[in-house]
């Protein structure tokens, strides 16, 4: 099945106000820029977004963000972003911050069809407690606060040939509406491969979704990627949209640190 679509507006023309949205990257490393752009340009609003971070002022989600598209964000990481803490603070955005990787294996169990795990992280904080801001109010009063969690005693291994109990919490799986990824490589079929560490959280968010949309820099025929070396398979994703070489080589650095060249012997 040939899943390429035209470009990256037709891709996201479904999108719609209150849908929710995986979106794959990690700071601004293997985001979807293009497709982000093209769904602001759509003008949807009210989405629920589930990321690791919801980008940089001004670039990645926090383009949606700045335009207030943005409901509610499920992530990990949020401290790079001045609008995102303002938003929150001012009780205008929803924010359930989860462990890394919780939300990791939330999104990979929401793909394969677990409803829910049992993980030590977040074991006796208010993670599992409960008690965590998600919503503020306009004075600054806790609106919405997160729910306690399902707790449970499972007896594992001490390391020592015995075995002692250890409580759990229960995490639910997450499953999105739309999930937008970026790949380096792709063929028709949906068949991805990331490179190096742009892979991050792009084929979790990709798995989670219902329709799977990814942009890819480079677009081959089906055949010509090596099995062994597919990261995602095309099961998982029903649009492909191929980017220009401009577009492709459009990266922007989250953080750049320079130092002085040393200088040689030779110079001095």
């Not at 250890?166 to 063929?187: C, N, Q, Y």
């Not at 090596?226 to 492909?240: E, K």
């Not at 492709?248 to 200088?263: G, H």
Request: glycine fraction near 12%; include cysteine; aromatic fraction near 6%.
């Amino acid at each position: 099945m040939d899943k390429v679509v035209r470009d990256a507006a037709d891709a996201v023309a479904d999108i719609g106000d209150g849908s929710s949205l995986s979106v794959g990257g990690f700071g601004l490393c293997g985001i979807p820029s293009v497709l982000i752009a093209a769904l602001h340009d759509a003008g949807a609003k009210d989405l629920e977004v589930v990321s690791n971070n919801c980008g940089v002022d001004g670039a990645g989600l926090g383009i949606l963000l700045g335009a207030g598209r943005i409901r509610r964000v499920v992530a990990s990481y949020v401290g790079e972003n001045k609008e995102f803490a303002r938003q929150y603070l001012a009780g205008e955005l929803e924010v359930e911050l989860t462990p890394q990787g919780t939300l990791a294996e939330r999104l990979r169990a929401g793909g394969s069809g677990i409803p829910a795990f049992y993980t030590a992280t977040g074991v006796g904080t208010q993670v599992a407690d409960g008690g965590l801001p998600w919503r503020y109010a306009a004075d600054g009063s806790v609106f919405v606060a997160s729910p306690a969690k399902e707790t449970r005693a499972f007896a594992t291994s001490d390391g020592a040939g015995g075995s002692v109990e250890r409580t759990f919490v229960m995490e639910r799986a997450i499953v999105t509406d739309f999930g937008l990824v970026r790949a380096w490589k792709g063929d028709r079929h949906g068949n991805l491969v990331f490179h190096e560490s742009a892979r991050n959280f792009n084929p979790l968010t990709a798995m989670a979704a219902r329709v799977a949309i990814a942009e890819v820099e480079e677009l081959v025929e089906p055949g010509e990627l090596d099995a062994d070396a597919i990261h995602l398979p095309g099961i998982y994703v029903q649009r492909v949209v191929p980017l220009t070489p401009e577009q492709a080589a459009d990266k922007k650095i989250e953080k750049r640190t320079v130092r002085p060249r040393p200088t040689t012997a030779q110079e001095s």
